[in-house]
């Protein structure tokens, strides 16, 4: 791992839903928009997702990680993982959470975060600015929360501590509390597509860098 440079792009790896995660983060995003009107649509540039990797990388080293990253997702036959959605959850930030639909940890999903992150090492730069996303937050607290979340994510979400989920929404910690309380029926979904996306406000996949179709 480099150290800062300031040509640093916020980045994550990710395997991208299939239809049946899509229409259950559709409308856990619906519900948390009627309660909190400063939620994020699921759109364009806040793709549903479940991240592998979020790190910092020198933009003149991405097509490099790209062909690192794409060996691995090549390799690992994602079109044959089976994954099952288990539970809400959401991820606390300062005074709100950002929510989710956690999947169960699989051997297989273990094994393909850490492939990508042996691949991804030798470009990964070890801080950034906000600059490196794709817009700041108006509020500057959360600008350093999610800049220490992507330096940190190594280390603290990774191996042992990677908990999958594809996220949904921001919500009050209050309201999210009370949902993550409610039954959920668990559901099977597979991954789609993965791709490598620049983050954007609260850690979205909000610019397309590179996709691979792995259903193919």
Known sequence: MTSNVSD????????????RMLAHAESNNARLRQVFPDCFALDAEHRP????LQCFVAVRDLEALFIAAGDVIHHANIADLELQAVRFGYTPGPGMGVAGIWAALTPELSKLQADVIIAATPF????????????DHDNPAFDTALIDY?????????GANFDPHV????AAIDYLDRMIAEPFPAFAFAPASAGVYQL????????LLKRWDVTG
């Open 8 to 19: 640093a792009i916020a980045i994550d790896v990710l395997l991208e839903p299939d239809g």
């Open 49 to 52: 997702h479940i991240t592998l």
């Open 124 to 135: 990964m730069v070890a801080d950034a600015t906000i600059a490196a996303f794709t817009a």
């Open 150 to 158: 992507v330096s940190g994510f190594v280390a603290h979400n990774a």
């Open 167 to 170: 996220s949904t929404g921001v």
């Open 200 to 207: 954007g406000p609260f850690g979205t996949a909000a610019r």
